[in-house]
């Protein structure tokens, strides 16, 4: 039995039906944007495997650190116990974002670090006496991962709301901000989203604990940039009624869009973040919620006392090594002019697939290239291509779109957007 055919028959893939898997690639190595193929085909890795590696794969720098860390302490409990690599990962956090934002919480994953803001706001309005407040309140068109809170705030439409019908707790969604990155603000509420917004957030104000949002960028809800005027009109009336207001940056944090963090965009600063993704620069699996003193203090005052979640691997030490040594190499700020030099070309060159007939809309926001399609796309026919073009894409829904790793250089960038305009083209 090959790999392959083992792994087709015995292994789940994401979002995959086992009587039907659909293809894969063997990965025998990676480094740098370059995935290595079986048969030694080498590909660029166009995704940043899922918007994590933005220095590339196989950093030496977070390599040597993990390393490192490896020979001296790769996990321990957090209970009681604490270690350097948490304590670093804590001092650089807090560096970097807004200065309310100072009570770290580290968990495993991204949907983990949404379900950990979820707890930490209701706890937080049971603590000021504030019974009834633990709905929340979302966009139309988000995405915050796969567990079951954070399904229950997904796009109620292509997220999984239909599928588990009367499963999932009802939560409250605002048409997606109407007003798109990049036009004009109308003051008119009818038209920039805020008649809405008012109406929901007066209304149910009684029973909600917060509102959880991708700040700008909405990633796997559907690709789409939202103006930032929308957060700071939100931030005003979270604050009017108190709701908390969270922002779920694990797919815009550290560097995507342009900004260190999307709320920058706004300079707008949530009661609580949720980071994840690149935060170890795609090498292992971690995450962090962030909330401001104000929070943390508050979910003391709570019934239970303390803030109620804690997971076995919470703290990892390899992963906070890891973690540490990507943020080093953010620390310059040089990430900065390649982002901008990434959005300047993949403007540039993704802008001729406006006018193939297929394509409905092109969006480019810092190291973010979107050709959004009419039809849905087969992301099997990406697939299929990879070795020949070089480039490994998976489009979703309707679109076909890259996250390079910041490091891309501006000709392998080029196939990246020849590979996408090929894709874009014939579908
Ligand atoms: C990927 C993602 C998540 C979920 O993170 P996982 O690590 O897959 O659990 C949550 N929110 C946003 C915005 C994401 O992009």
Same mark, same amino acid.
């Given at each position: 039995?090959t790999?392959?055919?083992?792994?087709?028959?015995h292994?789940w893939?994401p979002?995959?039906?086992?009587? !039907?898997?659909g293809?894969v690639?063997?990965?025998?190595?990676?480094?740098?944007?370059?995935?290595?193929?079986?048969?030694?085909a080498?590909?660029?890795?166009?995704?940043?495997s899922?918007?994590c590696?933005?220095?590339?794969?196989?950093?030496?720098q977070?390599?040597?650190?993990?390393?490192?860390?490896?020979?001296?302490?790769?996990h321990?409990?957090?209970?009681?116990?604490?270690h350097?690599?948490?304590?670093?990962l804590?001092?650089?956090?807090?560096?970097?974002?807004?200065?309310a934002?100072?009570?770290v919480?580290?968990?495993?994953?991204?949907?983990?670090?949404v379900?950990?803001?979820?707890?930490m706001?209701?706890?937080?309005?049971?603590?000021?006496?504030?019974?009834?407040?633990?709905?929340?309140?979302?966009?139309?068109?988000?995405y915050?991962?796969?567990?079951?809170?954070?399904?229950?705030?997904?796009?109620?439409?292509?997220?999984?709301?239909?599928?588990?019908?009367?499963?999932?707790?009802?939560?409250?969604?605002?048409?997606?901000?109407?007003?798109?990155?990049?036009?004009d603000?109308?003051?008119?509420?009818?038209?920039?989203?805020?008649?809405?917004m008012?109406?929901l957030?007066?209304?149910?104000?009684?029973?909600?604990?917060?509102?959880?949002?991708?700040?700008v960028?909405q990633?796997?809800?559907?690709m789409?940039?939202?103006?930032?005027?929308y957060?700071?009109?939100?931030?005003?009336?979270?604050?009017?009624?108190? %709701?908390?207001?969270?922002?779920?940056? %694990?797919?815009?944090?550290?560097?995507?869009?342009?900004?260190?963090?999307?709320?920058?965009h706004? =300079?707008v600063?949530?009661?609580?973040?949720?980071?994840? !993704?690149?935060l170890?620069?795609?090498h %292992?699996?971690f995450?962090?919620?962030?909330?401001?003193?104000?929070?943390?203090?508050?979910?003391?005052?709570?019934?239970?006392?303390?803030?109620?979640?804690?997971?076995?691997?919470?703290?990892?030490?390899?992963?906070?090594?890891?973690?540490?040594?990507s943020?080093?190499?953010l620390?310059?700020?040089?990430?900065?002019?390649?982002?901008?030099?990434?959005?300047?070309?993949?403007?540039?060159e993704?802008?001729?697939?406006?006018a193939?007939? =297929?394509?409905?809309d092109?969006?480019?926001?810092?190291?973010?290239?979107?050709i959004?399609?009419?039809?849905?796309?087969?992301?099997?026919?990406?697939?299929?291509r990879?070795?020949?073009?070089?480039?490994?894409?998976?489009?979703?829904?309707y679109?076909?779109?890259?996250?390079?790793?910041?490091?891309t250089?501006?000709?392998?960038?080029?196939?990246?957007?020849?590979?996408?305009?090929?894709?874009?083209r014939?579908?």
């Amino acid at each position: 039995m090959t790999p392959l055919e083992f792994d087709r028959d015995h292994l789940w893939h994401p979002y995959t039906n086992v009587a !039907k898997p659909g293809p894969v690639h063997l990965v025998k190595e990676a480094e740098g944007i370059w995935l290595t193929l079986d048969e030694g085909a080498r590909v660029i890795d166009a995704m940043s495997s899922w918007w994590c590696t933005i220095h590339g794969h196989r950093h030496p720098q977070i390599v040597q650190a993990m390393h490192d860390q490896l020979d001296r302490l790769p996990h321990v409990m957090f209970g009681g116990l604490t270690h350097d690599p948490a304590v670093e990962l804590g001092k650089r956090l807090i560096a970097m974002l807004p200065d309310a934002l100072d009570r770290v919480f580290y968990c495993d994953s991204g949907s983990v670090s949404v379900e950990v803001a979820m707890k930490m706001a209701v706890q937080y309005q049971m603590a000021m006496g504030r019974t009834g407040r633990s709905g929340f309140a979302t966009i139309r068109g988000g995405y915050h991962g796969d567990t079951w809170k954070a399904m229950s705030v997904c796009d109620p439409v292509n997220g999984m709301h239909g599928l588990f019908r009367g499963a999932l707790g009802i939560e409250h969604f605002l048409p997606r901000p109407p007003v798109q990155l990049g036009q004009d603000w109308p003051e008119d509420p009818a038209q920039n989203g805020v008649a809405e917004m008012d109406a929901l957030l007066s209304e149910r104000a009684d029973h909600l604990a917060a509102v959880i949002l991708e700040p700008v960028v909405q990633g796997a809800g559907g690709m789409y940039f939202y103006h930032p005027q929308y957060l700071a009109e939100l931030r005003k009336r979270c604050d009017q009624h108190g %709701i908390l207001l969270i922002f779920d940056e %694990i797919a815009t944090g550290f560097g995507r869009t342009g900004k260190a963090f999307a709320l920058e965009h706004a =300079g707008v600063v949530p009661d609580i973040i949720c980071l994840g !993704k690149a935060l170890t620069g795609g090498h %292992i699996s971690f995450a962090a919620t962030v909330a401001t003193k104000a929070v943390a203090y508050g979910i003391g005052e709570s019934e239970a006392g303390v803030f109620m979640h804690g997971p076995t691997f919470m703290g990892n030490p390899l992963a906070c090594a890891a973690a540490c040594a990507s943020l080093d190499l953010l620390a310059d700020g040089a990430w900065q002019t390649r982002v901008a030099q990434i959005e300047a070309q993949l403007r540039a060159e993704l802008e001729p697939a406006r006018a193939f007939d =297929g394509v409905a809309d092109v969006r480019v926001l810092g190291a973010i290239g979107v050709i959004q399609m009419k039809d849905w796309v087969d992301p099997s026919i990406a697939h299929a291509r990879a070795r020949d073009t070089g480039v490994y894409l998976r489009p979703f829904a309707y679109n076909i779109y890259t996250m390079p790793p910041f490091t891309t250089g501006p000709d392998d960038l080029s196939r990246i957007t020849s590979a996408m305009l090929g894709l874009a083209r014939e579908a």
